[in-house]
C-alpha cells in the first residue's frame, strides 16, 4: 500500500459504507476519525496521510504560493491516490459503490480533484472549505455522485466566488451537488458539523 493509513472497519461489521478521510495541511492519517465517527457513527474508516510535505507538514500536493496549485503535481498525487483508493477496496474488502470522501482544505481539494479526474473510485465526498483544484480539459459524467460543500463567508483562503464556481463545476457534471454556506471563516464549527451528520444521514437511507 502506497500511503500511510490507517483502517478502521465498521463497529457494526459491516463495510458497506467506507469514508476516505483526507486530512487538511499538517494533519495525518487519524485527524479526521472523531469527525467521521460523529458524521456516520457506523461507518468503516480509513484515513489517508498526504505523502508531499510542505515546511514539515503533510499535504497531498504541492503548492506553489496560497491558493495556487501545482498542476502537474496535483494531477499526479490524484491518480496516485486513485490507484490506493482500488488497491484499498480489494485489501478491506470495501463496496466500491459505497466510498466517500471526507476531506478538509486540502483534503477536500484533492478530494474534488478525485472526483474530476478519476470519478470511478468515489460515490461522493463531505467537501469542508474546498476550492476549485484545476479546470479539467472536459468535465466528467458525475451523475448519481452526491456531494456536500461546506463554505465560509469568511474564508480568508477560499474566496466566496471559487467555492461558487467549484458547485457550478459539480453541478455541470451532473453531480448531485449541495452548498452549504456558514458564517464562519476557514476552521469548522458545530453547524458545519450538523449539517454534514444529517446529509450522512439520508445518504444512509
Known sequence: MTFIHKWIPSATGSNETTLLLLHGTGGNEEDLFPLARFLAPHAAMLGVRGKVLENGMPRF??????????????????????RFIEEATKTYSLNPERIYAVGYS???????????????????????????????????????????????????IVPANNSETLAQMFQQAGADITLNWQNAGHGLTNSDLAVARKWMEQLQN
Open 61 to 82: 500536493f504541492r503548492r506553489l504560493a496560497e491558493g495556487v496549485f501545482d498542476e502537474e503535481d496535483l494531477i499526479f498525487r490524484t491518480h496516485e491516490l486513485a
Open 106 to 156: 486540502n483534503g477536500a481539494n484533492i478530494a474534488a480533484s478525485v472526483l474530476f479526474l478519476e470519478p470511478a473510485v468515489l460515490s461522493g465526498a463531505v467537501l469542508f472549505r474546498a476550492m476549485v483544484p484545476l479546470e479539467p480539459a472536459e468535465l466528467p459524467d458525475l451523475a448519481g455522485k452526491r456531494v456536500l460543500m461546506l463554505s465560509g463567508r469568511h474564508d480568508p
